[in-house]
């Protein structure tokens, strides 16, 4: 049965708080230091990038789990009521929201709010000059929660910045001259990315990864496919590639990760930075860039 431990708010997670410390999946933040927590990778890279030696950052996502309909524990929920700052990005983790509306409201950042969404695309980290502004945006909350290093943050962030603006030109050189400009992706995670550079995304299902499509769908994606010349059908690292074969089988065609980096799989040793550049790296061929 699903835990409800949300529904009565911070009262019932601290009246579990004696068994959720058994199973804490971090250590509290040490005094020295800034406690940050982050609802998943996106956030807790940048939280990390612009924080440096002056936070510790948790990330509620769980490796290798996707971050959407995640469930919180209670010591989660007592983390986020502890916490200096919570980054979240509001619609996307909907247990995240309610935890923070009840006991962090006025110790958050809401990402959504620096870089507001299109449509209900939540993937706004996909477009690096958008992440740059929530760098930017999270220099000025940890400033505002520790104002003796608010100097390191903002030269912190100025440096993430200017990182993510080299980011930024490194695609819109790589895809500037290409044979085809149509990305087909069995989730549409990816249209900030295609609008930033000029692509067009063809998505076989919507925003969610765990979306089945139809028979029909399948097809009329499969037309479009062979329509664009498309060589490659591009699934994510988190979710299978069942659906994504399926479609390439049909558009005869091959598959590639292409990578929302919504989290990062267990062990890894990547970060934003070499994820993108390998997301880069698979556009380039799969649209015969030069």
């Known amino acids: 049965m699903r835990h409800r431990v949300l529904v009565g708010g911070l009262a019932a997670a601290l009246a579990l708080s004696g068994l959720a410390a058994c199973g804490n999946d971090k250590e509290p933040a040490p005094a020295s230091k800034v406690d940050v927590v982050a609802g998943f990778y996106p956030l ?5 990038r612009v924080g440096g030696p002056h936070v510790a950052v948790a990330n509620l996502a769980q490796p290798g ?9 209670p010591s989660q929920i007592i983390h986020i009521a502890d916490a200096d700052l919570v980054i979240y990005l509001k619609h996307f983790q909907p247990e995240v929201d309610l935890a923070v509306a009840q006991n962090a409201g006025d110790k958050s950042l809401d990402v959504a709010t620096i870089t507001p969404l299109v449509g209900q695309d939540p993937h706004v980290w996909l477009d690096p000059t958008r992440l740059a502004a929530i760098g930017d945006a999270t220099a000025a909350k940890l400033a505002e929660t520790d104002p003796a290093n608010a100097a390191a943050y903002t030269e912190a962030a100025a440096a993430l910045r200017a990182d993510l603006l080299e980011l930024d030109q ?7 001259t290409c044979d085809r400009r149509e990305i087909v992706t069995s989730h549409a ?14 998505g076989l299902t919507g925003l969610s990864p765990e979306e089945e499509p139809t028979p029909k769908r399948l097809t009329e994606v499969a037309a479009q496919a062979k329509a ?3 060589t490659t059908i591009f699934f994510e690292s988190l979710v299978s590639p069942r659906v994504a074969q399926t479609l390439a089988d049909e558009a005869g065609a091959k598959t590639a990760v292409l990578d929302p ?4 799989a267990a062990g890894s040793t990547e970060d934003y930075f070499s994820v993108m550049r390998a997301n880069l790296k698979a556009l380039r061929e799969a649209l015969g860039c030069r």
Do not use: C, N, W
Not at 44 to 48: D, L, N, S, T
Not at 65 to 73: F, S, T
Not at 170 to 176: C, T
């Open 189 to 202: 995670a990816f249209g900030y990315l295609a609008r930033r550079y000029q692509l067009t995304q063809i």
């Open 228 to 230: 664009a010349g498309a």
């Open 65 to 73: 789990a996707e971050p959407h309909d995640m469930e919180l524990k």
């Open 170 to 176: 490194e695609f819109a050189s790589g895809l500037q």
């Open 44 to 48: 807790q890279f940048v939280a990390e």
């Open 261 to 264: 980096i919504e989290g990062l």
